[in-house]
């Protein structure tokens, strides 16, 4: 938690299954009753999760893999960031970190998977992050301007912005090729997204299944020798459209700035 949003997050698997932002209430008449951009509520589900996959029979914590977590929470006070480590150890020597890291005044949070290879023989894989949300068609009515804003997912590849459309989605996959792209998941004048921190190629990919829409990240995969540690990065933004903020996570997030007109 810092001064701006409170996140909640489960140690099967490091999953983001919680996000509150502290300074928006839904109602200006209720005050502590707050935005929320991601739950678990099978009502209104949203949440980011994230992992390191291995090639063959190698060793890796997958999505639902159980951390080990030195604290239940974590606040950051009067500190200017707050680093948040879940531990994943296998037998074979393989370790995995997973540290969010939050920065006071930022609605984005880094995202560090590191894999030292403790093992024998070279390990071999990549990383994946994957935002989960519900997927529902928008009701709309003259009398609420808000419900016209666009619900749903946005990519970036690089050259330009697209918002694939549900339909498109129900017939089958959405998927992009990029080396300087994202993903967003847009709700009216808030967002959370998935923004890949370095050059490699990313493969983008959104899909409907089981009434969710499933959005994955994949980054190349790397090679790491045995007794050698690599270092796995990722921007998570969730928090409203500030252009500043969105700038500061990549200089085209900006472009969900957009209310649906």
Not at 203 to 211: D, F, K, V
Not at 234 to 245: A, E, H, W, Y
């Amino acid at each position: 938690k810092n001064e701006m949003m409170e996140i909640t997050s489960n140690p099967q698997g490091g999953v983001l299954q919680g996000a509150s932002v502290l300074d928006y209430p839904v109602e200006k008449d209720k005050p502590d009753e707050v935005i929320e951009l991601l739950s678990a509520s099978n009502s209104d589900y949203s949440v980011i999760r994230s992992w390191v996959r291995a090639d063959g029979d190698r060793p890796a914590p997958g999505n639902d893999a159980i951390f080990s977590v030195p604290e239940t929470d974590y606040v950051l006070g009067n500190r200017d960031s707050l680093s948040v480590p879940l531990t994943w150890t296998d037998e074979s020597g393989v370790r995995v970190v997973k540290v969010f890291r939050f920065e006071r005044g930022r609605y984005g949070i880094h995202l560090e998977q590191t894999v030292t290879n403790g093992s024998q023989s070279p390990w071999v894989g990549d990383q994946v992050t994957q935002a989960l949300r519900r997927s529902k068609d928008q009701d709309r009515s003259m009398f609420d301007v808000d419900s016209y804003s666009f619900h749903g997912p946005q990519v970036y590849d690089g050259k330009k912005a697209k918002k694939p459309d549900q339909d498109d989605l129900e017939d089958g996959p959405f998927t992009v090729t990029t080396t300087d792209g994202w993903y967003a998941s847009l709700q009216h004048h808030f967002l959370s997204a998935i923004v890949p921190t370095n050059d490699a190629t990313n493969i983008i990919q959104i899909r409907i299944a089981n009434g969710r829409t499933v959005a994955s990240v994949i980054d190349s995969k790397r090679t790491i020798p045995a007794g050698a540690t690599e270092v796995f990065e990722r921007t998570l933004f969730i928090g409203p459209k500030l252009q500043k903020q969105l700038e500061a996570a990549h200089d085209k997030l900006a472009l969900t700035v957009d209310y649906g007109w």
